[in-house]
């Protein structure tokens, strides 16, 4: 499989604060998505992003695929942003999904 | 437009019997596709269906077993359970299979005792 390994594990803001959160990945991908899970554990999609540069909001995402890496960036982070951020690849003959161990955000106000 | 629903939320089940999970996928979604999730981990793909046909399957043994129907609602069968089957099962549907952006349902937790 896909080896996909994202950092920091674990972040603590200040409300308000902006964050960077990276995700490797050690094969060619053709697909990659973005996913909060909240604590109640619903997972909630981001980005699709398999190359360049998206915007949502206060999100943003950018995916270099030629070097085999996925930014994800938070500004002005809010409590509610609090929880753990997934990146999902799937290889260019795939219809597997392989899931990074994720980034557990935390926002103190 | 009603999202992925899954039922039940909550199940507890002892060793060596069987359990049933099922889910209903968002109107229009013809593509499914189950995870586990395992406490402090990502999600791992067990399988996905397309139009009723297994259509990729993860590093999971054959008692993990599921099925889709021609509403394209799915269920997820698990044979024998064991004590590491306890975990998140997620449910996930997809409309475009170039894209295959997943939108998850709220997941069942199982408990094997």
């Known amino acids: 499989g896909i080896q996909v390994e994202q950092s920091p594990p674990d972040l603590i803001l200040q409300e308000g604060a902006n964050s960077t959160l990276r995700c490797n990945f050690s094969d060619s991908v053709n697909n990659l998505q973005w996913f909060h899970q909240n604590p109640w554990g619903q997972l909630i999609n981001l980005f699709y992003i398999p190359s360049g540069t998206k915007q949502n909001g206060r999100l943003s995402a950018t995916t270099v695929a030629t070097e085999r890496y996925s930014l994800l960036y938070i500004s002005s982070s809010q409590t509610t942003d609090s929880g753990v951020y997934f990146c999902?690849?799937?290889?260019?003959?795939?219809?597997?999904?392989?899931f990074g161990t994720g980034t557990s955000l935390t926002v103190i106000p | 437009e009603t999202g992925v629903t899954q039922s039940p939320t909550h199940l507890i089940k002892t060793r060596g019997q069987q359990v049933t999970l099922r889910c209903s996928s968002q109107s229009g979604h013809n593509t499914v596709s189950w995870y586990q999730q395992a406490l402090g981990q990502g999600p791992q793909f067990i399988f996905q269906?397309?139009?009723?046909?297994?259509?990729g399957r993860g590093n999971f043994p054959p008692r993990f077993s599921g099925l889709q129907f021609p509403n394209y609602s799915s269920e997820l069968n698990v044979n024998a359970l064991e004590l590491d089957d306890s975990a998140l099962y997620l449910c996930?549907?997809?409309?475009?299979?170039?894209?295959?952006?997943?939108?998850f349902g709220a997941g069942t937790r199982l408990s094997v005792l």
């Open positions: 269906y397309y139009r009723e046909e297994e259509n």
């Open positions: 996930a549907s997809s409309l475009d299979r170039a894209r295959n952006i997943q939108y």
């Open positions: 999902a690849v799937m290889r260019n003959t795939g219809n597997q999904f392989y």
